[in-house]
């Protein structure tokens, strides 16, 4: 690892060990937090601004990096060394296009073996297995579009709603960035009150 991100992981270390404030927090205590960064960061690649995203990728690093103090301080069995190796394996075991022998393309192919090897492992036995709850509805309608293969039945306005994020889908556009891309153009158009 980068002698950087060391320095990160033992100034977490320190923190949690003698900072009242670190100490006390628990993976639930700071769930909120790991959403908000994430939506931050969200914004900040929503406006394109490279300053503002480097910073919020730290402030979204910080979470996983104290998640992972907490889980080593308490014993959860896990440690940032284990996160870290985690997602390198599964990056390597999910791109044999790039650590193993198969030919690829496309991008489309590429999503293809991802898709393949994500279901290979995780084995799910129903579509909405693996979708968060807290999901926002557009993202999760989003996702259950792309496992369910069936027609959206109904008149209702649900339906009507998910047949626009199915059309979205269709379109190769996210309907999450397209809805929010419409909002602020509304909030900009409308006149001041």
């Avoid at 284990?82 to 790039?98: E, F, M, T």
């Avoid at 009507?160 to 397209?178: I, Q």
Wanted: net charge negative.
């Amino acid at each position: 690892m980068s002698q950087e991100f060391d320095r990160l992981v033992e100034v977490m270390r320190r923190l949690r060990a003698e900072c009242p404030w670190t100490r006390e927090q628990t993976h639930e205590s700071l769930r909120r937090y790991v959403i908000e960064e994430a939506y931050e960061t969200a914004e900040a690649i929503d406006l394109r601004d490279s300053d503002h995203l480097r910073e919020e990728l730290g402030d979204l690093l910080m979470q996983v990096v104290i998640h992972a103090a907490i889980a080593e301080s308490d014993d959860e069995g896990w440690t940032t060394d284990d996160v870290v190796r985690g997602i390198a394996d599964k990056l390597i075991h999910r791109s044999p296009h790039v650590f193993g022998d198969v030919t690829v393309s496309s991008a489309a192919e590429v999503d293809a073996i991802w898709q393949r090897l994500k279901a290979e492992r995780k084995q799910r036995t129903h579509p909405l297995e693996g979708i968060p709850a807290d999901l926002p509805a557009l993202m999760a309608a989003d996702k259950v579009l792309g496992r369910v293969d069936a027609p959206v039945e109904g008149d209702d306005l649900g339906a009507r709603l998910l047949r626009l994020v199915a059309e979205a889908r269709s379109a190769g556009v996210d309907p999450e960035v397209e809805l929010r891309a419409a909002i602020r153009r509304h909030a900009d158009d409308a006149p001041s009150s």
